[in-house]
């Protein structure tokens, strides 16, 4: 279990300061209670989704772009649960990682000559993606939300890797002051937060939480930042209700809790960002993003898909596929194509 951050946000103070207007050319966009996404196979509908997924505009630190530097970077978790996961598919997409030292930060993908990895830990790829450091990074939708602060300057250009599925969710104590509350609304309306005792919210997504706990009512919140088995603090006394990240919900149960309706923030699952400015401005970015994603694309179809190639007699395409769904080995499959070969005919 890591210690306690020593922030302490006042949320009455965060409601009564008027909010600051976005400076010029920062566009304020709005997160969904719960950011539904869709996978799209190219580069401008993910872009387009990027924006409907992001929070809310925050200027992002930026600098310049290092003009000299010519090889394109990407940014891999260093460690944690996606960097296996992360690896994998890379391979799965034949674009394996060659890591010669694993004490070494750097590594390369001989398929694609022109890139650079750098392993970092997650937080850190969205903010070199900010600063123009990284040209792309694979993370959780849930970092780029949270570190990203719905910036500009980054572009989600694939939004469901299909891995690394979880959400940000609020939990409360299963009894006690908690034993009937069950909605985000009985959990607004209790009469125990006040300004002089607020409800105690102990998260690792400070922006997060801050903002859908703000953008839905609650007056009286105060904020811990914790890092690690947040599940712990409401019974050791330390908060009263945890904003964190949820897969199985064991761990949750476990430590008795339970999530309430309407208390999902965001639901996530790992991305591939890339630096906007490095989209446009830096030479083989875009070109390198676009054959990533084609790999991606057609890897992640495929799961699933199974192909059958037989040699089949038959005077159409039709024919040929009432007789393959006729197969009782095959019985249940869903027939996407049937493709003609040269001595026959391909159903897929
Ligand atoms: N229980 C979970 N099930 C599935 N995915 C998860 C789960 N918890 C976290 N994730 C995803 O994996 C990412 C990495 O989580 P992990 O706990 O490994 O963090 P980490 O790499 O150790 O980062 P740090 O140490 O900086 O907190 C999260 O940002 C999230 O996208
Ligand atoms: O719903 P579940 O499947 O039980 O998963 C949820 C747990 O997974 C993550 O923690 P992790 O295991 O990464 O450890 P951490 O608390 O040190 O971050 C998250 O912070 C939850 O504690």
Redesign the pocket.
């Known amino acids: 279990m890591s210690p306690m951050l020593a922030t302490r946000l006042d949320f009455t103070a965060v409601l009564l300061s008027p909010s600051p207007s976005p400076p010029p050319g920062l566009r304020v966009r709005a997160l969904p209670a719960v950011a539904a996404r869709t996978r799209a196979s190219s580069l401008a509908p993910r872009a387009a989704a990027s924006a409907t997924a992001a929070v809310s505009a925050k200027p992002a630190a930026v600098s310049p772009l290092s003009a000299d530097r010519t090889v394109v970077r990407i940014g891999l ?1 260093s ?4 960097s296996e996961q992360t690896l994998s598919l890379l391979k799965s997409c034949q674009l394996s990682v060659r890591h010669l030292n694993p004490r070494q930060y750097t590594a390369d993908i001989p398929q694609v000559p022109n890139l650079e990895v750098w392993f970092q ?3 850190d790829i969205v903010r070199k993606l900010q600063s123009g450091d990284l040209d792309l990074g694979i ?5 780029v939300s949270e570190y990203g602060q719905g910036s500009d300057d980054l572009v989600v250009v694939h939004d469901a890797l299909e891995f ?3 959400r940000l969710s609020l939990a409360v104590p299963k009894e006690g002051i908690f034993e009937n509350i069950n909605t985000l609304e009985d959990l607004a309306n209790m009469p125990e937060w006040t300004q002089e005792r607020p409800m105690r919210v102990v998260t ?1 997504f400070g922006y997060l939480g801050e903002k859908f706990l703000r953008e839905n009512g609650f007056n009286h919140v105060s904020f811990l930042a914790g ?1 690690g088995a947040l599940e712990s603090y409401p019974a050791m006394g330390m908060a009263d209700v945890i904003v964190d ?3 199985s919900g064991t761990t949750l149960r476990e430590n008795n809790l339970k999530e309430i309706d309407g208390g999902v923030i965001l639901e ?1 699952q ?1 991305t591939l960002v890339a630096c906007r400015r490095s989209l446009h401005k830096r030479k083989g970015v875009l070109e390198i993003t676009h054959e990533m994603l084609e790999r991606l694309e057609a890897h992640l179809t495929a799961t699933g898909e199974l192909m059958v190639t037989a040699n089949m007699r038959g005077n159409s395409a039709e024919e040929v596929a009432e007789r393959v769904l006729s197969q009782t080995s095959l019985c249940g499959l869903q027939l996407c194509d049937i493709c003609h070969l040269s001595w026959g005919l391909q159903y897929v």
């Open positions: 978790p460690k944690g649960r996606m830990r997650p937080k993370v959780g939708f849930d970092i690394g599925h979880c690792g890092d990240l949820v897969s996530s790992a």
